[in-house]
């Protein structure tokens, strides 16, 4: 049995690697000078801390995964020679159809953790359908007694078979290519592949696509997989790891990784770190981060003409991105479309931390661990709104809670348009305790966390400080009905619901306001909301609005109607769900049309909430909407608690 030390020198001694003389990237390198004495006990020391928080699988834990992945391949490669004699293919020909299992993410990379998902693709020929996958392979899945929690979304919009085998949790995607036959050697880089598949396919073979492409541009494999065990870790303990949220997953990370790499071929991890911050602190993000030169979609080329290319210059939408992070296979996409102005900020702050203690860490006044302490972002904040999301059974509030945090981001954007008001999302899901459902079976909550900001004057010469007064009340029910507009809503209206509320510090469940004793920041101000619950129709906002809503008479458009109805006993990271959002990598603003119900309309009339300010107790506001171009439905009647907090 290896010691733990051995393992440790095995892995510097693997990152002892001269670079190919050559560019690697864009530009050429900053620096190429070599790893000094310090570098690698820096290094060492680094190995050994991320080892004490289990960022590397064991060597039995990496034996039971490859045994997980042989056992799924051959059952794959069973189905297709099924389905093939089914397709009244030959004995031979069915035999040699091929397909089988390929991995992305962290296995593929090569920096799996334990306790960490496997992500697979199933690749098959031509002639086997998706239908087949979620129907017979899917069967067979079930089937097999070590396989449990098997949850297929077929209508994701990368669709998706979530599963845990053995114990270990999996996500299985599909893609059929446009081949008679699988060849043993497939190489997933050839763009030949892409030719005439379906965009999920295409979607599909992105991540083996992308993983495979980072892997190929770094000049010292392992130096950047021990640098992105490192950012992986930092960034989900600082709260900065989301796509879906708006921060970014894990491609991005793994891609600004890379960057770093090339530009300091030579360098040892603890340097790589080190120049991470450095050089992102203050990275100008009009320029994107690239790996390598965009390929353009080849010119009179069928089957591929109809892919899009990042491309800023002849796209707006594409020009409007905060903080593009392009991957690197074609057809070349921004990893980072759901970033916004208030998830920029965060990161930039956080990037701007972690350079200030690297070179703590460097002078022995800190260590590797207090780079990635987690942050306390209760302890952090005063004021927080609370998503709070409901239902009866799982498959729905699979469903539910996937939806409603892929349009989180949303409501952020809506937030962060107030003056006087920053906000910070929180990517970890609270779950709720028994007594905290709200009589459903099934509850969890998310988090913004809120700081209001003094804004300084001058009153007869003197410096003053002015306390903002934000109204958050159409903001909030603009989300709602945003999420109102949810294509299945009428399938499960009956077993699910959403509740959004404001809280302060003191009304967070005490196992969230003691996870340490920080001192709470100041933050001073009034701050108007609402909660809204136990409604009797769908509330639809005019939420594609990026108008201010600091105007008490803002009112929401109302719309068609469904059901829409705060703590917590654990913290943990948000599941993975439909990977709509990790994959929705297209059109943000055509995110929003795509779910939207068909029946929406403007309605004629609307009678405007009648609302005091302030108000401290429970009001009770009726809206009623009349329209001869919709079926008879209720007055919408909604319950809204209005908070107007003096802090």
């Known amino acids: 049995m290896e010691s733990s030390m051995d393992l440790v020198n095995q892995e510097i001694s693997k990152g002892i690697v001269i670079a190919a003389k050559k560019q690697w990237g864009v530009t050429p390198p900053i620096s190429e000078s070599l790893p000094t004495p310090q570098d690698y006990k820096l290094t060492e020391q680094l190995i050994i801390a991320m080892r004490g928080e289990n960022l590397y699988e064991t060597v039995e834990g990496m034996k039971k995964r490859e045994q997980i992945l042989a056992s799924l391949n051959k059952m794959v490669r069973e189905w297709i020679y099924e389905a093939s004699l089914e397709h009244s293919m030959s004995e031979e020909e069915s035999l040699t159809a091929g397909g089988g299992i390929y991995t992305f993410g962290s296995y593929r990379l090569g920096v799996v953790a334990a306790g960490s998902d496997i992500d697979t693709l199933c690749i098959v020929p031509r002639h086997i359908t998706r239908d087949s996958f979620f129907t017979f ?313 809120l700081v209001l900001c003094t804004t300084s004057g001058t009153n007869n010469g003197k410096t003053t400080g002015t306390t903002p007064v934000v109204d958050l009340r159409g903001a909030i029910l603009d989300f709602v009905g945003f999420i109102m507009n949810w294509n299945e809503v009428e399938i499960y209206k009956d077993s699910i619901d959403l509740k959004v509320k404001h809280l302060r510090f003191k009304d967070l469940p005490k196992i969230l306001r003691e996870q340490n004793n920080t001192k709470v920041l100041n933050s001073k101000g009034t701050i108007k909301t609402i909660t809204v619950e136990n409604t009797t129709s769908e509330v639809v906002g005019n939420f594609g609005s990026t108008t201010n809503s600091n105007n008490n008479s803002s009112i929401p458009k109302m719309g068609q109607a469904t059901n829409l109805n705060s703590s917590q006993q654990s913290t943990t990271p948000s599941t993975k769900r439909s990977r709509e959002d990790e994959s929705e990598d297209i059109d943000d603003q055509d995110s929003s049309s795509k779910h939207r119900n068909k029946d929406i309309f403007e309605p004629e009339q609307v009678q405007k909430l009648s609302i005091r300010d302030p108000i401290s107790e429970v009001d009770t506001v009726n809206i009623k909407v009349n329209s001869a171009r919709v079926p008879y439905r209720p007055p919408l009647t909604l319950r809204i608690n209005i908070s107007n907090s003096k802090e």
Not at 340 to 348: A, C, G
């Open 137 to 449: 392979f899917l069967a067979k899945l079930q089937q097999d007694i070590h396989i449990t929690k098997i949850q297929p979304v077929p209508d994701a919009y990368t669709p998706i078979i979530k599963m845990v085998y053995y114990g270990i949790e999996m996500d299985l995607l599909f893609a059929c290519l446009n081949l008679s036959r699988i060849p043993s050697d497939l190489n997933t880089l050839d763009d030949d592949l892409l030719r005439n598949v379906d965009e999920k396919t295409a979607r599909s073979l992105n991540g083996c696509r992308v993983n495979d492409m980072i892997l190929q541009l770094v000049p010292n494999k392992e130096s950047f997989r021990t640098a992105l065990r490192f950012v992986k870790h930092w960034s989900k303990s600082r709260g900065i790891y989301s796509n879906v949220l708006g921060y970014l997953g894990g491609i991005s990370w793994a891609i600004l990784t890379a960057r770093i790499c090339q530009l300091y071929p030579n360098s040892a991890p603890n340097q790589i770190i080190n120049r991470f911050f450095y050089v992102y602190k203050a990275w100008q993000w009009k320029n994107p981060v690239i790996l390598c030169e965009i390929k353009e979609v080849p010119k009179n080329s069928p089957g591929l003409m109809g892919f899009r290319v990042w491309n800023p210059n002849t796209n707006p939408q594409d020009r409007a991105h905060l903080m593009p992070i392009i991957t690197p296979a074609f057809p070349s996409m921004n990893s980072t479309h759901n970033v916004t102005q208030t998830t920029l900020r965060v990161i930039t702050e956080e990037l701007q931390r972690g350079s200030e203690l690297v070179k703590e860490i460097e002078n022995e006044r800190a260590q590797w661990s207090d780079l990635w302490s987690p942050y306390m972002f209760f302890e952090n904040h005063k004021h927080f709104i609370q998503v709070k999301m409901l239902a009866n059974s799982e498959q729905a509030f699979q469903k539910w809670t996937g939806w409603i945090e892929s349009k989180i981001r949303f409501l952020v954007r809506k937030l962060e348009t107030f003056k006087g008001l920053q906000v910070r999302p929180w990517p970890k899901v609270i779950q709720e305790s028994d007594n905290q459902k709200d009589g459903f079976q099934f509850a969890q909550c998310m988090y913004i966390g």
